[in-house]
Nanobody, 118 residues
Framework: QVQLVESGGGLMQAGGSLRLSCAASGTIVSFDAMGWYRQGPGKERELVARIMQDGTTNYADSAKGRFTISRDGAKNLVYLQTNSLKPEDTAVYYC????????????WGQGTQVTVSS
């Protein structure tokens, strides 16, 4: 069984920064990719950033230049550094992993709330 546990969310004023962390645990053979998604109030879940096994990253247009995704492969951790936060960044942020455990599948964390006040 694989678990993804997020941490680091909270309440922040506009212009501030937060660092989100996601720890993957369980029987993990290899990662294909890890990423962060978010779901704002009344909105659909959307991709924020993603990092592939070879280190390639991609970002939503809304995250480019402000957010940075990184990974500590040895510790099965993925981070999302969020800077210059805006009220529209308010959402539940979910960690996502495409990995091989007993089979290849996608896993999701429970989410961490980020609230940005103006």
């Amino acid at each position: 069984q694989v678990q993804l546990v997020e941490s680091g969310g909270g309440l922040m004023q506009a212009g501030g920064s937060l660092r989100l962390s996601c720890a993957a645990s369980g029987t993990i053979v290899s990662f294909d990719a890890m990423g962060w998604y978010r779901q704002g109030p009344g909105k659909e879940r959307e991709l924020v950033a993603r990092i592939m096994q070879d280190g390639t990253t991609n970002y939503a247009d809304s995250a480019k230049g402000r957010f940075t995704i990184s990974r500590d492969g040895a510790k099965n951790l993925v981070y999302l550094q969020t800077n210059s936060l805006k009220p529209e960044d308010t959402a539940v942020y979910y960690c996502n992993a495409d990995l091989v455990s007993w089979s290849r599948r996608t896993y999701w964390g429970q989410g961490t709330q980020v609230t940005v006040s103006s």
